[in-house]
Structures are given as C-alpha cells and as structure tokens.
C-alpha cells in the first residue's frame, strides 16, 4: 500500500510563528486530504489537495503530484492550532492512510 | 448543523464481552468510513461501504470484528468478542460520492469524521 511519512514528527512554536509540515508519500493517489485533531480528539478536514494549492485564512496547502508531496503552511499561529495534524492519501479505491502526524504546540 | 453521529462515546467492557458501535452518516452522504485509532498504530482504516456495500474490510480484523449497513441511516461495527488490544479511539467518517461544489471548487472525497467512540476493554 501507499506509505506516507510526516514531518517534522512534533513541533513547538511560539505564537504568531510561522510554520511548515511536509508530507510525502510513496505512490500516485487521487485523493489527499490534512486533518487537524483537537487536543479533544475531534477530526476536522481542512483541506482537500490532491494536487495545486489552496488557502484558507492563515492555513495553505501545496501539492506537488509528481514529486509525490504536500505541504501545509500556518502563518501567525495561535494557540488554538495546537494539536495534531495529518495527512491522508487514497488511490482509486479510495482506501485512505494516514500519515503518523505531526504534533504542534503553540505556546502564548 | 450535519454531523456524523456516533454512539456510544465511551464504552468500558470486560474481555470476552460483545461491543457495539454505532455511527449514523450525515444524510445523502453513501460513503462510510471505519477507522480505529491508537498510540503505537495512529489512524487505521478499518472498512468502508459505499451505497451500503462493503468495499474493502482488508484492515479489519475478520475472527472478530464485522461491519455492517443495515440502512441508509445506519452503520455498525461489533467486536466478539472483545479482547483488551481492541482497546482504541474508533472513528466513523461519511462522505458523498458526488463531486461537491466547496468554496468554488469542485472537490470529491472529503470526508467529515465523527466524535469517536473510545473503547476500552478490561
């Protein structure tokens, strides 16, 4: 199946840092997706991405379908981005698999 | 507001017992999602349907657990019996299998996840 490999694995910033989570998977896929996970457990999508960029308010996201990667930005963070956020990818079937995630803080 | 409803929220069983979980998928989406989330695995695809027919349960652990869309409205998974590594987040998640309009760009696939049911069995 499709690898997919995060990084970095955690991440502590100040607020209104800026920052960067790569996002790089083994195959093709049809579908990519990042998710953030609430430090109460809540999935919520931000984006679906399989290939372009796209942004929403201080989050944005890039994919590169050829060089098999995403990245997604979060300018001026705040403290309420804390928490983890993952990458998922899909083939045809859209079977998706979900990266280890990263892991952010940001403290006040 | 849609939401993806699951029940129950917190489940704590004894080893050997049947659990139940139960998930009900925003309406007019026909595509459901089962995953399971832990500490040393992350998020796990179980199984999922589409127009209520299994399309892949290759995640899931066949001797005992089966997932099942008795309707539309409604879909389950059960564990028989319940063993204490079974103990996770189980997460159900729907999306439509139409292309949606979003924000001016037609996107397909998103899913929308539940709260989750966390598991733990004793």
């Known amino acids: 199946g499709i690898q997919v490999e995060q990084s970095p694995p955690d991440l502590i910033l100040q607020e209104g840092a800026n920052s960067t989570l790569r996002c790089n998977f083994s195959d093709s896929v049809n579908n990519l997706q990042w998710f953030h996970q609430n430090p109460w457990g809540q999935l919520i999508n931000l984006f679906y991405?399989?290939?372009g960029t796209k942004q929403n308010g201080r989050l944005s996201a890039t994919t590169v379908a050829t060089e098999r990667y995403s990245l997604l930005y979060i300018s001026s963070s705040q403290t309420t981005d804390s928490g983890v956020y993952f990458c998922?990818?899909?083939?045809?079937?859209?079977?998706?698999?979900f990266g280890a995630g990263t892991r952010l803080t940001v403290k006040p | 507001d849609a939401r993806v409803t699951q029940t129950p929220r917190h489940k704590v069983t004894e080893m050997g017992q049947e659990v139940t979980m139960r998930c009900q998928p925003i309406l007019g989406h026909n595509t459901v999602f089962w995953y399971r989330q832990t500490m040393m695995q992350g998020l796990e695809l179980l199984a999922y349907?589409?127009?209520?027919?299994?399309?892949?349960d290759s995640g899931m652990p066949k001797d005992r657990f089966s997932a099942e869309m008795p309707d539309a409205t409604l879909a389950t998974l059960k564990i028989q019996p319940s063993e204490p590594r079974d103990s996770a987040v189980y997460f159900c998640a729907s999306g439509p299998s139409a292309p949606l309009t979003r924000g001016g760009v037609v996107a397909k696939n998103i899913q929308y996840f539940g709260a989750g049911t966390r598991l733990s069995v004793l």
């Open positions: 991405i399989p290939s």
């Open positions: 349907f589409r127009n209520r027919a299994p399309l892949d």
């Open positions: 998922a990818v899909g083939g045809k079937r859209n079977d998706m698999r």
